[in-house]
Structure formats: C-alpha cells, structure tokens
T-cell receptor, first 113, second 114 residues
Framework: DVKVTQSSRYLVKRTGEKVFLECVQDMDHENMFWYRQDPGLGLRLIYFSYDVKMKEKGDIPEGYSVSREKKERFSLILESASTNQTSMYLC???FGGGGSPLHFGNGTRLTVT | AQSVTQLDSQVPVFEEAPVELRCNYSSSVSVYLFWYVQYPNQGLQLLLKYLSGSTLVKGINGFEAEFNKSQTSFHLRKPSVHISDTAEYFC????????????FGRGTSLIVHP
C-alpha cells in the first residue's frame, strides 16, 4: 500500500516565520503535489514536481516555494508566513500519466497567528 | 484546460436511502475521471476511476459512477447509504494526454442522518 506521510498534523506559527512542510512517499512515484484546501474552494494546486529538482507552479504559487532534492521527499516552504496562509495543506504523489490516481497524505493543518 | 463542477455543496440524506452526487466537467480533450472521498481529519482516498471501456464503473464501499460523454457528466451513486458514508466527496478530471495534472471540483459534503 502506498504511504504518503506528512511530518506534522497540526502546526501553529507566527506571522513572518519561515515554515517548512515535509512530505515523504514510499512508492517511488515520479510526481508529487502540494495542494491547499479551504472550505468552499476545494483543492487548489500550489506546486507540483515531476522529477527530482524539477518543479512547476500550480494555480496559487505566490508566497510559497518547494524543494525536491530526493525522489521520495517534497517540501513546501512558506518564506514569510501570513495569516491568509492559514489552511489545510495536502501532499500527494502519483506515477506518471494522467490515468494514475493521486495518493494523499493526511494533511497538515497550519494556523498562522 | 478543463474544469469540474460539483452541483451540490451539501447533500443530506437518511440512512439506507439512495444517493447521487453530481459532477459535470468541461474539457477540450479526452479526459480520465475520478471520485475521491475524504473522511474527517484525513486525506483524500480514491473511490473509483474511469479510464476507458465500460461507462459504468464500480468502486469501493458500494459506490458506482456512470460516465456520460454526451452530457459530460460523471455522477456518483450508492443505492443505500450508511452513517459511515458521511464525508466530503471530490470529483476530478485529468487529460488523457499531455499534462497529467488533475483538476478537482469544490467537493460535496454528504451528510447521512440516522
């Protein structure tokens, strides 16, 4: 069974802090994704990566960056956290190809005060 | 580009009643179609997918969905729901060629009452 592990379930950070959200998958998937989930807005893609050191912007990349130094790990970085980044963050992975479903972690609920 | 519309943000239903969650999509290319379920405080998990072949697709937990190309719909159905089906349901599409990035609908909250 594919396992996608997000390092924290809950995080509380202060405005202006640099925040790291970590995600690890154990199935050698090429693709990894970071989504943000807000009530009534569904899932919005922040960044995705289709290979080590490769990344592409999603729909809402502003205020975020990512790092993928190893195939199994995909990190989301909030350079300077703001209150409007309070949200649920979901990491996912998949094999290449549009027919491959995404496998999700359990999410990190981030609160920025 | 593609888009997904889930017509109902919330669907209340009594236990053992049938349910249909609606999903319509638009796309200029052929697509693959998915339904995911999210239980409280968890990530999303795959319920079922349509890639090709039979338009009626069966998934886990007794759910099924029917792909209707002419109506660009992929509605999810279950003949008899349980309390444990209370969750958020997301429809998603991804293009069958080129970019593999899925587009998600905004979700439908299924609330099953005893």
């Amino acid at each position: 069974d594919v396992k996608v592990t997000q390092s924290s379930r809950y995080l509380v950070k202060r405005t202006g802090e640099k925040v790291f959200l970590e995600c690890v998958q154990d199935m050698d998937h090429e693709n990894m994704f970071w989504y943000r989930q807000d009530p009534g807005l569904g899932l919005r893609l922040i960044y995705f990566s289709y290979d080590v050191k490769m990344k592409e912007k999603g729909d809402i990349p502003e205020g975020y960056s990512v790092s993928r130094e190893k195939k199994e790990r995909f990190s989301l970085i909030l350079e300077s956290a703001s209150t409007n980044q309070t949200s649920m963050y979901l990491c996912a992975s998949s094999f290449g190809g549009g027919g491959s479903p995404l496998h999700f972690g359990n999410g990190t609920r981030l609160t920025v005060t | 580009a593609q888009s997904v519309t889930q017509l109902d943000s919330q669907v209340p239903v009594f236990e053992e009643a049938p349910v249909e969650l609606r999903c319509n999509y638009s796309s200029s290319v052929s697509v693959y179609l998915f339904w995911y379920v999210q239980y409280p405080n968890q990530g999303l998990q795959l319920l079922l997918k349509y890639l090709s072949g039979s338009t009626l697709v069966k998934g886990i937990n007794g759910f099924e969905a029917e792909f209707n190309k002419s109506q660009t719909s992929f509605h999810l159905r279950k003949p008899s729901v349980h309390i444990s089906d209370t969750a958020e349901y997301f429809c998603a599409v991804s293009p069958s060629g080129g970019s593999y990035i899925p587009t998600f609908g905004r979700g439908t909250s299924l609330i099953v009452h005893p």
